[in-house]
């Protein structure tokens, strides 16, 4: 929604550069992990997932890490463009409770500068 | 995109009417959920279906009710909508439990 980005955490980047954003999760038992990025009136897009079996995973520009001894996830992109500017949030899932069920963070607003 | 579609894109409305919002997909995946999205809060599970006819309550579910008669549509309806109703209505689908969910472009509703 237009208004998602009020009291978030913010990062703000210059293009080009690289950027992290993080996420602590709640639930020690979560084997399952998205990221989404969501633009001004849109809804959130899938960037890219994990499972608990793995620690990083790479797609095109964005690697995700994952640390379950402190329950910390994070989001990497590379070479940040202005049209990466977006709320990114994570999701956790546990698969061994209600696992069609998604926990989201409140997300983090990217701002990147030209 | 995911093929969904999310009707109406805005509405206003009065309180104490009824309001439907509607979620269509073309995917044929099993699993259809509806969030709300509100600042301060992220999103916030509604309602969710496993199967046609087959639904449950989501973290937030009081004040809403849903039906899936068909794999592709699932409809969210506000009985008597208040103006705590007021928010943006995420719908998302997905294949499986544990396979990301894929969201539409919402309904934003506002109750007066």
């Known amino acids: 929604g237009e208004n998602v980005g009020l009291h978030l955490p913010t990062l703000s980047v210059q293009e080009g550069d690289n950027s992290i954003i993080n996420c602590a999760y709640s639930?020690?038992?979560?084997?399952?992990f998205i990221w989404y990025k969501q633009e001004s009136g849109k809804g959130p897009q899938f960037i890219i997932d994990?499972?608990?079996?793995?620690d990083k995973r790479q797609g095109q520009r964005v690697t995700v890490l994952l640390n379950k001894t402190v329950k910390h996830l994070s989001l990497q992109i590379a070479a940040t463009q202005p049209g990466d500017s977006a709320v990114y949030f994570c999701?956790?899932?546990?698969?061994?409770?209600?696992?069609?069920?998604?926990?989201f963070g409140k997300g983090t607003l990217l701002t990147v500068n030209p | 995109d995911a093929g969904i579609t999310q009707s109406p894109r805005h509405k206003v409305t009065e309180t104490g009417t009824p309001v439907t919002l509607r979620c269509h997909q073309t995917?044929?995946?099993?699993?259809m959920y509806w969030y709300r999205q509100d600042p301060g809060h992220g999103l916030r599970l509604i309602h969710y279906?496993?199967?046609?006819?087959?639904?449950d309550k989501g973290e937030v579910s009081d004040g809403y009710s849903v039906s899936r008669s068909k794999t592709e549509d699932f409809l969210l309806t506000l009985e008597s909508a208040t103006s705590s109703q007021t928010s943006v209505y995420f719908c998302?689908?997905?294949?499986?439990?544990?396979?990301?969910?894929?969201f539409g472009d919402g309904t934003r509703l506002s109750i007066l």
């Open positions: 998302a689908i997905s294949d499986s439990g544990n396979q990301p969910q894929h």
């Open positions: 639930n020690s038992a979560s084997d399952y």
């Open positions: 994990i499972r608990s079996n793995m």
């Open positions: 999701a956790e899932n546990y698969s061994g409770g209600s696992n069609y069920k998604l926990t």
């Open positions: 995917e044929n995946h099993r699993y």
């Open positions: 279906s496993y199967g046609v006819k087959d639904t």
